[in-house]
């Protein structure tokens, strides 16, 4: 069973940045994804990055160049680092694993999902 555990967030001003924890257990394949959704209040949940085990990352069009995301040596251990953030960029921020990946990661294929850590930018 794969579990998913997310730190990190919290406040911050525009142009500031943050970066978030994903620690991912239980899983043993080599493929895999570990994709970063975020959903502000009214809004649908939407990909924003995905790292994946296989191929370069994904970002979507709204944050590339300013977000990235990376392992850590242990494997388990993701990251999404969040540079020059604004106001719109504030939401409840998801990791989530999947062994069926797509590019973009689709939420059809999201095996376990992260508690979710509220991000919010003021301006």
């Known amino acids: 069973q794969v579990q998913v555990v997310e730190s990190g967030g919290g406040s911050v001003q525009a142009g500031g940045s943050m970066i978030l924890s994903c620690a991912v257990s239980?899983?043993?394949?080599?493929?895999?994804?570990v994709a970063w959704f975020r959903q502000a209040p009214g809004k649908e949940r939407k990909v924003v990055a995905s790292f994946y085990s296989h191929n370069n990352p994904y970002y979507a069009t709204s944050v590339e160049g300013r977000f990235t995301v990376s392992r850590g040596n242990a494997k388990n251990s993701l990251y999404l680092q969040m540079n020059s953030l604004n106001p719109e960029d504030t939401a409840v921020y998801y990791c989530a694993f999947a062994s069926i990946c797509l590019e973009p990661p689709s939420l059809a294929h999201i095996e376990a999902w992260g508690q979710g850590t509220q991000v919010t930018v003021s301006s």
């Open positions: 239980g899983f043993t394949t080599t493929h895999y994804c």
